[in-house]
């Protein structure tokens, strides 16, 4: 019962920038992390970044100082800001949630299924 709506993918040239946004519905009761994972073409998923409970955020080495993951607990969105893109940075980006269901005593996780971002070399 909880949905993850990826938006804000496209192509952008080497250097720009680009936002995603994902929003996150139904019956979420306690949002303990929100995040985005990539999958390049031939690569695993990996972390991008991550806002955690708490406040704190942890990004890939790769993005860092570049990319910046916002939030709001309020809304049930979270966002990612991508500057000076590379072509390295091209895949397939993927919101993630962890939290309570109303129903659940255990924490589940929750994904979108993807958003393109393509930039070219």
């Known amino acids: 019962q909880v949905q993850l709506v990826e938006s804000g993918g496209g192509l952008v040239q080497p250097g720009g920038s680009l936002s995603l946004s994902c929003a996150a519905s139904?019956?979420?009761?306690?949002?303990?992390?929100m995040g985005w994972y990539r999958q390049a073409p031939g690569k695993q998923r990996e972390l991008v970044a991550i806002?955690?409970?708490?406040?704190?955020?942890n990004y890939a080495d790769s993005v860092k100082g570049r990319f910046t993951i916002s939030r709001s607990d309020v809304n049930n969105m979270v966002y990612l800001q991508m500057n000076s893109l590379e072509p390295e940075d091209t895949g397939v980006y993927y919101c993630?949630?962890?939290?309570?269901?109303?129903?659940?005593?255990?924490?589940?996780?929750?994904w979108g299924r993807g958003t393109q971002v393509t930039v070219p070399s």
């Open positions: 139904g019956s979420i009761s306690i949002i303990v992390a």
């Open positions: 993630n949630l962890r939290g309570y269901e109303t129903h659940s005593t255990r924490p589940g996780d929750y």
């Open positions: 806002s955690n409970r708490g406040g704190g955020t």
